[in-house]
């Protein structure tokens, strides 16, 4: 028969932790709604740069920009993937992780030389060390609030070693955040900057003819690395979005849980204290006979 006292301690012990698994769980559906917005708002403005990119870009040479210009064949490549600094959010980060590994090993057998892999979160970092999947050139983390300086940083980085040779592709590996219950690994080339109108999931959009001053090679000059940034900020933002949901969703599950643990261990508990009363009992009657 378990004893009472620690039956009574086990219950405490789970009462504390339920309580900060249910704080963990308000602390993430806050922070969620903000993350929501957030990135609903992002998206319409990244398909409506890639419109307006693949417009200007319509009229100009292939080379009128570096970073439009894509290499004859793709032997480095740079994959930089997003996770999450902090942990307790299920299988969010395994999830990017393990997509991140799959793509690896199909990108060494397309003729891939060299991997280099640019973690953002550390969780990511940690799992791509472990397995040694490629050399780290640089990792980024403590980005709790996701906010543009953060993406300048990033996207900077990678432009650098684009231009510079060191890599002839790029590549974003992160979640598509869906809902609180759904976050989708994908990815998406960054570098070279390859403009689409046809953005999954947009409209079709109408073109446009625009007249550019002083000259669309100027504008380029501006957009493109805008439009890099840019597309670093939304990767992020659709990291937050997804470790903020997926926590929130580990957590409720985690709270259910152990009021369901709570109230099993009560039943073990009146069970036990129950046979314990019985015993007393049946101790004094016998007693008192004897005498």
């Given at each position: ?5 620690d ?13 900060v ?28 740069m890639?419109?307006v ?55 060494r057998?397309?003729g ?16 791509l ?14 980005i ?12 900077e ?36 900057v ?85 015993a ?12």
């Open positions: 028969m378990p004893n009472l006292q039956i009574r301690a086990r219950i405490a012990s789970i009462g504390k932790t339920r309580k698994v249910s704080a963990m769980k308000m602390v993430s559906a806050a922070k969620l709604a903000r993350s929501t917005q957030a990135i609903q708002s992002a998206r319409p403005y990244a398909e409506r890639q419109q990119l693949a417009s200007v870009t319509g009229g100009v040479e292939a080379d009128a920009h570096p970073l439009l210009v894509p290499r004859e064949a793709v032997r480095r490549l740079d994959l930089v993937v997003f996770t999450s600094d902090r942990g307790l959010c299920g299988p969010y980060n395994a999830n990017v992780s393990r997509y991140a590994a799959r793509l690896i090993g199909e990108r057998e397309a891939v030389e060299q991997v280099s892999l640019v973690p953002v979160g550390r969780k990511g970092g940690e799992f060390h472990k397995r040694r999947l490629g050399e780290i050139v640089r990792g980024f983390t403590g709790s609030t996701v906010r543009p300086a953060h993406a300048s940083e990033i996207a980085f990678l432009m650098a070693r684009y231009l510079a040779g060191e890599s002839d592709e790029v590549v974003l590996v992160y979640a598509n955040f869906a809902s609180a219950l759904t976050q989708r690994p994908a990815h998406t080339a960054l570098l070279p390859v403009p689409d109108v046809e953005t999954p999931g947009s409209e079709p959009a109408t073109a446009v003819a625009y007249e550019v001053e002083p000259s669309p090679e100027a504008l380029l000059a501006l957009l493109v690395p805008r439009a890099v940034e840019f597309a670093v900020f939304r990767a992020l933002l659709e990291n937050q979005a997804g470790e903020h949901g997926a926590r929130m969703t580990a957590m409720d599950s985690a709270t259910n849980n152990t009021t369901e643990l709570i109230h099993s261990l009560t039943l073990e508990y009146n069970k036990a204290r129950q046979a314990a009363i019985t007393e009992l049946v101790e004094i009657v016998s007693g008192a006979e004897a005498l």
